[in-house]
């Protein structure tokens, strides 16, 4: 059985270790699928993007000097560029933002500016930092690009490279722009039309409950979020768009639609599952091994029981078959022998009968109902003393009686039995020639009644212990034979004539075994 339980619950484990690394398997796989689609929906937000700056700066402001195509014979003059190079940027007809043009020759370095003039940053910039992008490969690539100014005005300045048939930048045209500070209109129209995702996925969910749109440049200063609020998002993709001074892309992937992205969706977790059969299973062996305990105790505690038992009926049989056969054999030599021989065989006829009902109180299935009558307690007290009284005086003990007479609410023949029974353990646990205290007394609405001797007592932590079924106190020294039944009946018996039962120590030493009943009242219990 053990075994069996073992194997159960290292089952029950296995399964939740093996669901443990499928879930941890499963979301690896699902969370790479989210983070690829989030990469992939910031590469082509990014493309897009560039795309339309694309088209605002070569196919429009720059359309005149052929960035694609090699330039031959002299420059062309800085006024190629159209006084609004780019019609569609929101500054471009506001008087508060001049536009200024530009061409900057190389490897010269002369400079020719109309339409305004550039600030100290601006300037810096055009003739440090723009001549080593030119040659970029981006820009060298695309022939374009965007160059963000770190002043407290938005400003960009857009540029493209002229080169001759070698491949050489002879010189640099640009203008002053408000595109991707103040003016996000690319970055909107992307978010709001164009398709990130597959349209099959999202099945007209609004863009907002698909993903979020963070853009940056390349010092992290935020340029448009969409939306401005916090959202939770379950995996992030960022592009970068060099043509765009480094221009970062960040999208973010809602729940909402991360379980369309993934092949079957994201698969539910085992775990809980698992965790509820290895609970269940650890439940299961711990009950199953607490019943097996109790079931040894139980077997055990029967085995001990019929031992003792055993050892009762043959110890008084065989004084009775001792004097029978005295009897028989006529070896009692005087009267006075022949009636101690018939005193012995009665005494141990009493002993077996009262062996008998103990056992019988126990094992029966239906015991009988206790008739409740007005008793005289102080009566059954003497009769279950003279009982007793001849096992008493094979033992020199004496059992003295004070009682006064009390009327109690009780069966006479149970509180019989239950006084009998504590007078038996108070001669088979007490020493020689001790004398036994039998009372009864009156306590307000209760009778009293006890039984003290001078044995060993019974210590406290074991007076709850004593009542239960087959229960014997193992006291060093001692071996004196007994069923563990008897304590039990007592307090069965005394709970059927709705009383209780105490364990007290002695002055002596010993133990007052006390039973309180109620008093009788006139016929009501």
């Given at each position: 059985?053990?075994?069996?339980?073992?194997?159960?619950?290292?089952?029950?484990?296995?399964?939740?270790?093996?669901?443990?690394?499928?879930?941890?398997?499963?979301?690896?796989?699902?969370?790479?699928?989210?983070?690829?689609?989030?990469?992939?929906?910031?590469?082509?937000?990014?493309?897009?993007?560039?795309?339309?700056?694309?088209?605002?700066?070569?196919?429009?402001?720059?359309?005149?000097?052929?960035?694609?195509?090699?330039?031959?014979?002299?420059?062309?003059?800085?006024?190629?560029?159209?006084?609004?190079?780019?019609?569609?940027?929101?500054?471009?007809?506001?008087?508060?933002?001049?536009?200024?043009?530009?061409?900057?020759?190389?490897?010269?370095?002369?400079?020719?500016?109309?339409?305004?003039?550039?600030?100290?940053?601006?300037?810096?910039?055009?003739?440090d930092?723009?001549?080593?992008?030119?040659?970029?490969?981006?820009?060298?690539?695309?022939?374009?690009?965007?160059?963000?100014?770190q002043?407290?005005?938005?400003?960009?300045?857009?540029?493209?490279?002229?080169?001759?048939?070698?491949?050489?930048?002879?010189?640099?045209?640009?203008?002053?722009?408000c595109?991707?500070?103040?003016?996000?209109?690319?970055?909107?129209?992307?978010?709001?039309?164009?398709?990130?995702?597959?349209?099959?996925?999202?099945?007209?969910?609004?863009?907002?409950?698909?993903?979020?749109?963070?853009?940056?440049?390349?010092?992290?200063?935020?340029?448009?979020?969409?939306?401005?609020?916090?959202?939770?998002?379950?995996?992030?993709?960022?592009?970068?768009?060099?043509?765009?001074?480094?221009?970062?892309?960040?999208?973010?992937?809602?729940?909402?639609?991360?379980?369309?992205?993934?092949?079957?969706?994201?698969?539910?977790?085992?775990?809980?599952?698992?965790?509820?059969?290895?609970?269940?299973?650890?439940?299961?062996?711990?009950?199953?091994?607490?019943?097996?305990?109790?079931?040894?105790?139980?077997?055990?505690?029967?085995?001990?029981?019929?031992?003792?038992?055993?050892?009762?009926?043959?110890?008084?049989?065989?004084?009775?078959?001792?004097?029978v056969?005295?009897?028989?054999l006529?070896?009692?030599?005087?009267?006075?022998?022949?009636?101690?021989?018939?005193?012995?065989?009665?005494?141990?006829?009493?002993?077996?009968?009262?062996?008998?009902?103990?056992?019988?109180?126990?094992?029966?299935?239906?015991?009988?109902?206790?008739?409740?009558?007005?008793?005289?307690?102080?009566?059954?007290?003497?009769?279950?003393?003279a009982?007793?009284?001849?096992?008493?005086?094979?033992?020199?003990?004496?059992?003295?009686?004070?009682?006064?007479?009390?009327?109690?609410?009780?069966?006479?023949?149970?509180?019989?039995?239950?006084?009998?029974?504590l007078?038996?353990?108070?001669?088979?646990?007490?020493p020689?020639?001790?004398?036994?205290?039998?009372g009864?007394?009156?306590?307000?609405?209760?009778?009293?009644?006890?039984?003290?001797?001078?044995?060993?007592?019974?210590?406290?932590?074991?007076?709850?212990?004593?009542?239960?079924?087959?229960?014997?106190?193992?006291?060093?020294?001692?071996?004196?034979?007994?069923?563990?039944?008897?304590?039990?009946?007592?307090r069965?018996?005394?709970?059927?004539?709705?009383?209780?039962?105490?364990?007290?120590?002695t002055?002596?030493?010993?133990?007052?075994?006390?039973?309180?009943?109620?008093?009788?009242?006139?016929?009501?219990?």
């Amino acid at each position: 059985m053990g075994v069996t339980l073992a194997m159960i619950v290292g089952g029950a484990a296995l399964a939740l270790r093996d669901a443990l690394r499928a879930a941890r398997a499963q979301q690896l796989a699902a969370q790479r699928t989210l983070d690829a689609y989030a990469h992939f929906a910031s590469y082509l937000f990014s493309t897009r993007v560039y795309l339309m700056a694309r088209e605002r700066t070569v196919l429009q402001a720059f359309v005149k000097l052929g960035p694609d195509d090699p330039w031959s014979g002299p420059l062309p003059p800085v006024t190629v560029i159209p006084a609004i190079p780019d019609t569609g940027e929101a500054c471009a007809h506001s008087r508060a933002f001049p536009i200024y043009r530009f061409r900057l020759d190389l490897p010269s370095g002369a400079l020719s500016v109309v339409g305004g003039t550039p600030s100290a940053e601006a300037m810096k910039l055009i003739r440090d930092s723009i001549p080593k992008l030119a040659v970029s490969p981006p820009v060298a690539s695309w022939h374009f690009g965007y160059l963000f100014l770190q002043s407290k005005v938005p400003e960009a300045i857009a540029y493209s490279p002229v080169r001759d048939s070698t491949g050489r930048v002879r010189a640099v045209y640009g203008y002053r722009s408000c595109y991707g500070t103040y003016d996000v209109w690319d970055l909107m129209v992307v978010h709001r039309v164009a398709r990130i995702v597959p349209p099959f996925l999202t099945e007209g969910m609004p863009v907002d409950s698909i993903l979020t749109l963070s853009v940056t440049d390349a010092h992290g200063r935020p340029l448009y979020n969409a939306p401005a609020r916090r959202v939770p998002i379950v995996a992030t993709g960022s592009d970068t768009i060099p043509q765009l001074s480094g221009m970062i892309v960040t999208i973010g992937l809602r729940p909402r639609v991360a379980g369309r992205l993934v092949v079957g969706g994201i698969p539910p977790s085992r775990i809980p599952n698992s965790v509820f059969v290895l609970i269940g299973s650890i439940i299961l062996a711990l009950a199953t091994l607490a019943m097996l305990r109790r079931e040894f105790k139980l077997v055990e505690s029967r085995e001990m029981f019929l031992a003792n038992v055993s050892h009762e009926l043959r110890t008084p049989l065989q004084h009775i078959l001792l004097f029978v056969q005295i009897l028989r054999l006529k070896r009692a030599r005087t009267e006075e022998e022949r009636d101690k021989a018939i005193e012995v065989i009665e005494t141990e006829t009493h002993r077996l009968i009262r062996l008998a009902d103990n056992v019988l109180g126990v094992v029966r299935t239906n015991r009988p109902r206790v008739v409740i009558s007005a008793v005289d307690a102080s009566m059954i007290a003497s009769r279950a003393a003279a009982l007793c009284a001849p096992l008493a005086h094979a033992r020199a003990m004496v059992i003295q009686v004070d009682a006064v007479s009390a009327l109690a609410a009780a069966d006479p023949e149970s509180l019989q039995q239950v006084l009998v029974n504590l007078i038996d353990n108070a001669v088979k646990y007490g020493p020689n020639g001790q004398t036994i205290g039998i009372g009864v007394r009156t306590d307000g609405n209760e009778v009293q009644i006890w039984v003290e001797d001078s044995g060993p007592g019974i210590p406290p932590r074991d007076r709850d212990r004593v009542w239960r079924p087959f229960v014997r106190l193992d006291t060093p020294g001692d071996a004196t034979a007994g069923t563990g039944i008897g304590l039990t009946i007592v307090r069965e018996l005394i709970d059927q004539m709705k009383g209780r039962a105490e364990i007290h120590d002695t002055p002596s030493g010993g133990v007052r075994m006390s039973v309180f009943l109620p008093r009788w009242n006139g016929g009501s219990e």
